[in-house]
């Protein structure tokens, strides 16, 4: 028998599809890259990155496959979070969803709208634009997954550049657990933990003192995500740049009004947490070397 008679099978059975939510972080939020859906069901909306699974490929092969086709993305942190199989969640047929999360820092790579999407453009997570699908809950699941793993893998470093300040890497942390942290408090939880070593630099202040810059301590670090990702060194237009773009600027402007509710909600958030959070647990996920 040939390959795909060997798939044929006599009872009904569902569709499955990847999809990624793509997180970046630029120094001070987190930013989530959508895309524009190039045909039907939703044509013109914003999606996220994704699509249908070949019958020759694993669910993380279309993951990373659909990422490259559809943003130009390759060699990005990828980690599966949930699956969802509501009956009716696409219109064209029965359809079971594995969600993915990917990391990348921004300005590293050069995102690109290919294969059936007409755009590729990043969002702030406050001010997200009328979406395809069930994939604001996705988004919304997966933000509260990142929160939980990053107790877990040191994935705040899939969003840095290979040396930051500690400022850089503190802010990460705020961000994504939604809270703030006393800046010595946490520069000496993460020197305790050896998570980070400090790095000569020739750059300084206007005080004429020496910035300090840090980097991960890889060896040490689960060897999960320690692997060298072969970062591009090829850029894409900056968030304010791309702001200003005419060409991407008026789906912007729809959203605006509707991220005010959101930034307003987060500033009453922001209030309340006010109060510094413990730092202590933050770098849990080391995996030191023992000698026996």
Sequence with gaps: MDKEYNYHYRYPHAAITADCVIFGFNEKAMKILLIERGNEPYLGYWALPGGFMRIDETIEECASRELREETNLNNVYIDQFRVYSRVNRDPRERVVTVAFIALVKPEDYNVIAGDDAAKAMWFDENMLPPLAFDHREIIRDAREYLKEILRLKPISFELLSKTFSISE????????????????????????????????????????????????????????????????????????????????????????????????????????????????????????????
């Design 169 to 292: 890497l503190q802010t990460v942390y705020e961000v994504i657990n939604q809270t703030s942290y006393d800046r010595r408090n946490f520069l000496r939880t993460a020197i305790d933990s050896e998570v980070i070593s400090e790095i000569k630099s020739s750059d300084t202040t206007s005080g004429g003192r020496p910035s300090k810059l840090y980097t991960a301590k890889y060896d040490i670090i689960s060897p999960s995500t320690s692997e060298d990702k072969n970062v591009s060194n090829k850029r894409f237009m900056s968030f304010e740049k791309l702001m200003n773009n005419s060409e991407t600027t008026k789906p912007y402007e729809e959203i605006q009004l509707r991220g005010m509710c959101s930034l307003l909600e987060n500033t009453l958030d922001n209030e309340i947490k006010r109060k510094k959070a413990p730092t202590k647990g933050l770098f849990d996920f080391i995996t030191k070397k023992t000698s026996h």
